[in-house]
Nanobody, 122 residues
Framework: VQLQASGGGLVQPGGSLRLSCAAS????????MGWYRQAPGKQRDLVAR???????TYADSVKGRFTISRDNAKNTVYLQMNSLKPEDTAVYYC?????????????????WGQGTQVTVSS
């Protein structure tokens, strides 16, 4: 299983970016998916998560500015980031809980994407 993230870059404060993360490989069920971020010298923190049926949760720091969504047909999760601030600068990682083919959905393995850099600066 691989998670391929894309969409990071350099943006001015107040700008927008959209991150994408596509899962591929041997997937029985693609369960919760999410985005985390890690700034230099800090721990990796949850940004947003979304269940298979589309229930989303957000970190307080991004509520009202970021929107997580997913396309189950494409095994892809998105993060629309608006009104970006310098403090949003970090490496963003996608995450997915995956059930291998043939196993019960209660069996889930955690996978991480490679990370994509988001820099908010004027």
């Amino acid at each position: 299983v691989q998670l391929q993230a894309s969409g990071g870059g350099l943006v001015q404060p107040g700008g927008s970016l959209r991150l994408s993360c596509a899962a591929s490989g041997s997937i029985g069920s693609l369960n919760d998916m999410g985005w985390y971020r890690q700034a230099p010298g800090k721990q990796r923190d949850l940004v947003a998560r979304i269940t298979k049926v589309g229930v989303a949760t957000y970190a307080d720091s991004v509520k009202g500015r970021f929107t997580i969504s997913r396309d189950n047909a494409k095994n892809t999760v998105y993060l629309q980031m608006n009104s970006l601030k310098p403090e949003d600068t970090a490496v963003y990682y996608c995450n997915a809980a995956i059930t291998p083919p043939g196993l019960h959905i209660s069996v889930q393995y955690n996978y991480w994407g490679q990370g994509t850099q988001v820099t908010v600066s004027s």
